[in-house]
Structures are given as structure tokens and as C-alpha cells.
Nanobody
Framework: QLQAYGGGLVQAGGSLRLSCAAS????????MGWFRQAPGKEREFVAA????????YYADSVKGRFTISRDNAKNTVYLPMNSLKPEDTAVYFC??????????????????????WGQGTLVTVSS
């Protein structure tokens, strides 16, 4: 199971840090991803990190502002978000892909690659 938290209301230019806690003993075997879905829009890829923490991948819209990381000892993946914009407003979901030893940008950006999803946490950025 995945539990995402850390969302909230922030002004444009502000920061938030999302976290996603995973239950289970094989967290370190899963690639982890963040997706978001804005009202009336399709779910879109935000960022992904490989099972071994070595590789990361970002959507162009968040590159340089968001940073994905993970702590396998704590079974948690993080998404610090800086310089937030109103267009970042969405429900953010964490997702797990695995167990696997393969990290591919083309795969990690697709929602269908992921087997497990958290419930989502709402981020609202006011202008």
C-alpha cells in the first residue's frame, strides 16, 4: 500500500514537500513515480526514481523545480516542489512499478507501467 501526504494550499512561488510511504518489505525493488491530475485533465507524469536511487526522470514542466528522492530504509519517496505555479494545482499520486531491475524513461512516464497507486494528495497553488 502507498500513502501520499504533504499536499496543501500555497501561494505561487512557494514550496511544498510531498511524501509517499510504502508498506511492505520489498520497497527497494520498486521504481517509484509521481503523477498528477488537474481538474478536467488527464493524469500526467511528473517524476520517477529507480529502485536503486541511481536514475531519475522528470517531466519538462517540472524539471529544475521538483526533485524526486527516496529513502529505502524508511520505505518513503519524496517530492520537494519549489517555485510552484498555479498550473501545478492538481491531485498528486505516487505509484510503484515492480519488483524490477529495469528503469526506462519511456516506461516510467506511462501510468500503465505502475502496479500500485496511492490515494492522492491535493496541491493547490494560488496566484
Amino acid at each position: 500500500q502507498l500513502q501520499a501526504y504533504g499536499g496543501g494550499l500555497v501561494q505561487a512561488g512557494g514550496s511544498l514537500r510531498l511524501s509517499c510511504a510504502a508498506s511492505g518489505r520489498t520497497f527497494s525493488s520498486y521504481n517509484m513515480g509521481w503523477f498528477r491530475q488537474a481538474p478536467g485533465k488527464e493524469r500526467e507524469f511528473v517524476a520517477a526514481i529507480s529502485w536503486n536511487t541511481i536514475s531519475t526522470y522528470y517531466a519538462d514542466s517540472v524539471k529544475g523545480r521538483f526533485t524526486i528522492s527516496r529513502d529505502n530504509a524508511k520505505n518513503t519517496v519524496y517530492l520537494p516542489m519549489n517555485s510552484l505555479k498555479p498550473e501545478d494545482t492538481a491531485v498528486y499520486f505516487c505509484a510503484a512499478d515492480g519488483p524490477t531491475r529495469v528503469f526506462s524513461r519511456s516506461l516510467q512516464s506511462r501510468s500503465g507501467t505502475y502496479d500500485s497507486w496511492g490515494q492522492g494528495t491535493l496541491v493547490t497553488v494560488s496566484s
